[in-house]
């Protein structure tokens, strides 16, 4: 195997310019076959450029676009192997789902038996196999969508682009749809590329997410490796939830960093990223609630990472079930949350109890800013 | 009281409508049927039968007159179609959103001046002695004027210019709800720009497209002024039959007749037409 037989996508250093305003910056990236890749970015910063660009709507400023290891700046969109979900999913009303789907192998040439039998085959493997006959505005929400797959699956593309499909449903069948179109991605083994805004479906679904930023990647990983070792400041901020504090570095060692907050917290934190913190100098601090502890006064600590400890008196209690958090008023008079489990006896933590909160040096992430 | 305040607004709401609906449309067409059924046996004397619709049947030319300004006005339409679809896809999807307007309102701008002051322009324009006729003349390219007047081309384009905003307008906004992303999909999945007109743009616009098609054929098959002005007597359009069997002749019955056949004949081409295109009515008005 060559290697451009392992990346169905490649991009190299791919720029776009509206007039004098930069959507897309000098972005790289390549993806293996068969992966499910995602790019988490907030609104507005250059996601569905990005995508046009791939399936060639647009055309890049600077920069190359491989598919297959083949350059395809010169292809025109329909002649690129690429297809694409788009947002509003753009099924044509005027034709049933078997017309739909057909469409495209029309356009490929294929006889009427092949359209016949592999419209059947894509439907079933979409699980919705009796619905050819239906007209477009007879679907539910998540029929459509997987109708809009279903459509681009049947031409065999070595790249689906997606761009935020689930952005029109609502909560219950967004949460259903994450799983159900992981599955679908694993039963065609093709590879995806899937455009969200919203960090819990891409941490949820791919096998890889880049995180970007005003046009740029800010660092492209696994899910895990996003979450636990961010190389930015904005990746720490944007993927999970965490607590942020901006501050100053006062003491630098090779085992830590003592950084005072703003508010004036005093916390022990490890350095990420790739620019070195100095004395003296201005940081960010991230620290993820589900790392602090938060304890009643009083039990047994021993166990405790102790590295950083602090007492303080509970301001409130957001319950959610298993992701129930407290808010934490601190010593320094800020606001900490941190995650705790509320079984619901008399052991919970009330609104006015004091309480010990702990977390280790490794847990708070500190950047140069 | 709620329900009797309801009632009565939805009859004040109604009324106007009906009175229009019944007064100007409902009543004079009873009275043509009624009058067209009438045949004259002597002087003053009338009789109830179908001799007015007799004597259409046995006179060619009325026939071939009904036919002509058929046929014509079908070949305005096709025209008007063909003319206007580009121009209000260009409207409705190229154009930027500033321009949009500006161009909309152009279109809007010869609805300004009535349809005589229209048609004494292109009069102007074309007879012998006109602008164009004169600047062939001047320029050297014949040695006599031209008469551009009174043949059938300058009556189509004539009327293909009268009718044309009310082609572009219902497929300006049929086209305007069709998304970018429809397009581009028929591109990404493969289709070239014929097949995503054909199979894409064309039929997501045919409710807008029938009804232009309908009020661009049935303004054009009734219109009176502009075939008389620019394709003088010889026009043999239908309207002026019907004109000559009411005022010259005073012909009323007979002039009745011919106004129910001209509806009767324009309504079936309608039909037909709706059921080649495959479209309901209903459909059409209800998307456009
Ligand atoms: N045709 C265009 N002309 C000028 N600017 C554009 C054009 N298309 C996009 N932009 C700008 O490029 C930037 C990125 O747009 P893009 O649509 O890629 O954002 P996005 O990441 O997809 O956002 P969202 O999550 O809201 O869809 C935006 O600031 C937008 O205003
Ligand atoms: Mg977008």
Same mark, same amino acid.
């Given at each position: 195997?060559?290697?451009?037989?392992?990346?169905?996508?490649?991009?190299?250093?791919?720029?776009?310019?509206?007039?004098?305003?930069?959507?897309?910056?000098?972005?790289?990236?390549?993806?293996?076959?068969?992966?499910? #890749?995602?790019?988490?970015?907030?609104?507005?910063?250059?996601?569905?450029?990005?995508?046009?660009?791939?399936?060639?709507?647009?055309?890049?400023?600077?920069?190359?676009?491989?598919?297959?290891?083949?350059?395809?700046?010169?292809?025109?969109?329909?002649?690129?192997?690429?297809?694409?979900?788009?947002?509003?999913?753009?099924?044509?009303?005027?034709?049933?789902?078997?017309?739909?789907?057909?469409?495209?192998?029309?356009?490929?040439?294929?006889?009427?038996?092949?359209?016949?039998?592999?419209? @059947?085959?894509?439907?079933? +493997?979409?699980?919705?196999? *009796?619905? @050819?006959?239906?007209?477009?505005?007879?679907?539910?929400?998540?029929?459509?969508?997987?109708?809009?797959?279903?459509?681009?699956?049947?031409?065999?593309?070595? /790249?689906?682009?997606?761009?935020?499909? !689930?952005?029109? !449903?609502?909560?219950?069948?967004?949460?259903?749809?994450?799983?159900? $179109?992981?599955? $679908?991605?694993?039963?065609?083994?093709?590879?995806?590329?899937?455009?969200?805004? %919203?960090?819990?479906?891409?941490? /949820?679904?791919?096998?890889?997410?880049?995180?970007?930023?005003?046009?740029?990647?800010?660092?492209? &990983? +696994?899910?895990?490796?996003?979450?636990?070792?961010?190389?930015?400041? #904005?990746?720490?901020?944007?993927?999970?939830?965490?607590?942020?504090?901006?501050?100053?570095?006062?003491?630098?060692?090779?085992?830590?960093?003592?950084?005072?907050?703003?508010?004036?917290?005093?916390?022990?934190?490890?350095?990420?990223?790739?620019?070195?913190?100095?004395?003296?100098?201005?940081?960010?601090?991230?620290?993820?609630?589900?790392?602090?502890?938060?304890?009643?006064?009083?039990?047994?600590?021993?166990?405790?990472?102790?590295?950083?400890?602090?007492?303080?008196?509970?301001?409130?209690?957001?319950?959610?079930?298993?992701?129930?958090?407290?808010?934490?008023?601190?010593?320094? &008079? %800020?606001?900490?949350?941190?995650?705790?489990?509320?079984?619901?006896?008399?052991?919970?933590?009330?609104?006015?109890?004091?309480?010990?909160?702990?977390?280790?040096? @490794?847990?708070?992430?500190?950047? @140069?800013? | 009281?709620?329900?009797?305040?309801?009632?009565?607004?939805?009859?004040?709401? =109604?009324?106007?409508?009906?009175?229009?609906?019944?007064?100007?449309?409902?009543?004079?067409?009873?009275?043509?049927?009624?009058?067209?059924?009438?045949?004259?046996?002597?002087? +003053?004397?009338?009789?109830? &039968?179908?001799?007015?619709? /007799?004597?259409?049947?046995?006179?060619?030319?009325?026939?071939?007159?009904?036919?002509?300004?058929?046929?014509?006005?079908?070949?305005?339409?096709?025209?008007?179609?063909?003319?206007?679809?580009?121009?209000?896809?260009?409207?409705?999807?190229?154009?930027?959103?500033?321009?949009?307007?500006?161009?909309?309102?152009?279109?809007?701008?010869?609805?300004?001046?009535?349809?005589?002051?229209?048609?004494?322009?292109?009069?102007?324009?074309?007879?012998?002695?006109?602008?164009?006729?004169?600047?062939?003349?001047?320029?050297?390219?014949?040695?006599?004027?031209?008469?551009? !007047?009174?043949?059938?081309?300058?009556?189509?384009?004539?009327?293909?210019?009268?009718?044309?905003? =009310?082609?572009?307008?219902?497929?300006?906004?049929?086209?305007?709800?069709?998304? *970018? %992303?429809?397009?581009?999909?028929?591109?990404?999945?493969?289709?070239?720009?014929?097949?995503?007109?054909?199979?894409?743009?064309?039929?997501?616009?045919?409710?807008?497209?029938?009804?232009?098609?309908?009020?661009?054929?049935?303004?054009?098959?009734?219109?009176?002024?502009?075939?008389?002005?620019?394709?003088?007597?010889?026009?043999?359009?239908?309207?002026?039959?019907?004109?000559?069997?009411?005022?010259?002749? =005073?012909?009323?019955?007979?002039?009745?007749?011919?106004?129910?056949? $001209?509806?009767? =004949?324009?309504?079936?081409?309608?039909?037909?037409?709706?059921?080649?295109?495959?479209?309901?009515?209903?459909?059409?008005?209800?998307?456009?």
């Amino acid at each position: 195997m060559t290697d451009a037989d392992t990346y169905d996508l490649e991009c190299t250093g791919i720029s776009k310019d509206f007039g004098s305003f930069r959507a897309v910056d000098d972005v790289s990236f390549r993806i293996p076959s068969g992966t499910f #890749f995602s790019i988490l970015g907030p609104s507005g910063c250059g996601k569905t450029t990005l995508m046009r660009m791939i399936a060639g709507f647009e055309d890049p400023t600077a920069g190359d676009v491989c598919i297959k290891g083949k350059s395809v700046l010169s292809v025109p969109p329909n002649k690129r192997n690429v297809k694409m979900v788009f947002q509003h999913l753009a099924l044509f009303p005027m034709m049933d789902v078997y017309e739909n789907i057909a469409y495209g192998l029309r356009c490929a040439g294929a006889t009427k038996d092949e359209i016949a039998s592999k419209v @059947a085959d894509v439907l079933e +493997r979409v699980a919705l196999p *009796d619905l @050819a006959r239906r007209e477009i505005h007879q679907l539910s929400g998540g029929q459509k969508q997987r109708i809009a797959i279903a459509r681009c699956m049947a031409l065999n593309p070595d /790249v689906l682009l997606l761009d935020e499909p !689930l952005g029109a !449903l609502d909560l219950k069948l967004r949460e259903a749809m994450k799983i159900e $179109l992981k599955l $679908l991605q694993h039963q065609f083994d093709t590879t995806f590329v899937y455009i969200t805004h %919203d960090q819990s479906e891409a941490l /949820v679904m791919s096998d890889y997410v880049a995180v970007m930023n005003a046009g740029r990647f800010e660092q492209v &990983g +696994r899910p895990e490796e996003l979450y636990h070792a961010p190389q930015t400041a #904005f990746v720490a901020g944007f993927v999970g939830d965490s607590n942020r504090w901006t501050g100053r570095a006062v003491e630098v060692r090779s085992d830590g960093i003592k950084v005072e907050t703003d508010a004036g917290l005093t916390v022990i934190a490890m350095a990420h990223g790739n620019e070195q913190v100095v004395e003296g100098q201005a940081v960010e601090l991230f620290v993820r609630p589900e790392f602090i502890s938060a304890t009643k006064p009083g039990t047994p600590d021993s166990d405790l990472p102790a590295d950083n400890s602090y007492t303080g008196t509970v301001d409130g209690v957001l319950f959610n079930g298993a992701n129930s958090r407290v808010l934490v008023r601190g010593p320094a &008079g %800020d606001l900490i949350e941190a995650d705790v489990v509320v079984t619901g006896g008399a052991d919970d933590l009330r609104e006015g109890d004091p309480v010990r909160l702990h977390w280790a040096r @490794a847990q708070s992430m500190c950047f @140069a800013s | 009281m709620s329900q009797d305040t309801k009632r009565l607004s939805l009859i004040l709401l =109604f009324a106007p409508f009906a009175l229009w609906i019944v007064l100007l449309i409902l009543l004079p067409h009873i009275g043509m049927v009624v009058l067209s059924l009438r045949e004259k046996v002597a002087p +003053r004397v009338y009789e109830f &039968g179908f001799g007015n619709y /007799v004597d259409f049947m046995n006179e060619p030319i009325y026939w071939n007159t009904l036919m002509r300004t058929g046929s014509m006005s079908l070949l305005v339409t096709v025209l008007a179609l063909l003319i206007g679809f580009p121009v209000a896809y260009y409207i409705a999807k190229i154009a930027g959103k500033r321009s949009r307007g500006a161009l909309f309102l152009m279109c809007l701008i010869p609805l300004w001046v009535s349809d005589l002051i229209r048609a004494f322009g292109w009069i102007l324009l074309l007879r012998e002695t006109g602008v164009v006729s004169s600047l062939l003349v001047w320029s050297g390219m014949t040695d006599e004027g031209i008469e551009f !007047l009174y043949n059938d081309v300058t009556v189509v384009v004539g009327l293909v210019y009268t009718v044309i905003l =009310f082609m572009i307008v219902p497929l300006v906004s049929t086209l305007d709800g069709m998304g *970018d %992303d429809m397009i581009e999909a028929g591109y990404n999945l493969g289709g070239n720009s014929l097949t995503v007109l054909r199979r894409i743009i064309i039929p997501y616009a045919m409710p807008g497209i029938v009804a232009g098609c309908i009020v661009v054929f049935m303004l054009t098959s009734g219109s009176y002024l502009t075939p008389i002005l620019l394709g003088g007597k010889n026009s043999s359009w239908f309207t002026e039959q019907i004109y000559d069997q009411f005022i010259t002749r =005073f012909n009323w019955e007979s002039g009745a007749a011919f106004g129910i056949l $001209l509806l009767a =004949f324009t309504s079936l081409v309608v039909w037909l037409g709706l059921r080649l295109s495959g479209q309901s009515l209903a459909n059409t008005v209800a998307r456009t």
